[in-house]
């Protein structure tokens, strides 16, 4: 399993970005992918997912804001995120266990190594 995390950079406090991770060495469509990220303060903190079938689910702080969104022929996920806020600031990891629904927690066996997100004016 190889999950590789792209897009992050240094944007303005209500700016977006869009963060995609590309997968390999699994079965794509019939997988839950979740996004996860880790900050100073607060250590991992899971952000959103999507089931095998499309489902998605939120951290309430990022509902409304981001949207996570999966490509099954490009085998790529991707964290649409918008109205950031300095909050925001942490690295950003895909992560994965192979299960085909969301749990919305940090335990996962398979991650990428992260992209920076830095929200500053």
């Known amino acids: 399993v190889q999950l590789v995390e792209s897009g992050g950079g240094l944007v303005q406090p209500g700016g977006s970005l869009r963060l995609s991770c590309a997968a390999s060495g699994f079965t794509f469509e019939l997988v839950a992918l979740n996004w996860v990220r880790r900050t100073p303060g607060k250590g991992l903190e899971w952000v959103a997912g999507i089931s095998a079938g499309d489902i998605s689910e939120y951290l309430h702080s990022v509902k409304g804001r981001f949207t996570i969104s999966r490509d099954n022929a490009k085998n790529t996920l991707y964290l649409e995120m918008r109205s950031l806020q300095t909050d925001d600031t942490a690295v950003y990891y895909c992560?994965?266990?192979?299960?085909?629904?969301?749990?919305?927690?940090?335990?996962?066996?398979?991650w990428g190594q992260g992209t920076q997100v830095t929200v500053s004016s």
């Open positions: 992560a994965t266990d192979l299960r085909a629904w969301v749990s919305p927690r940090t335990g996962f066996t398979y």
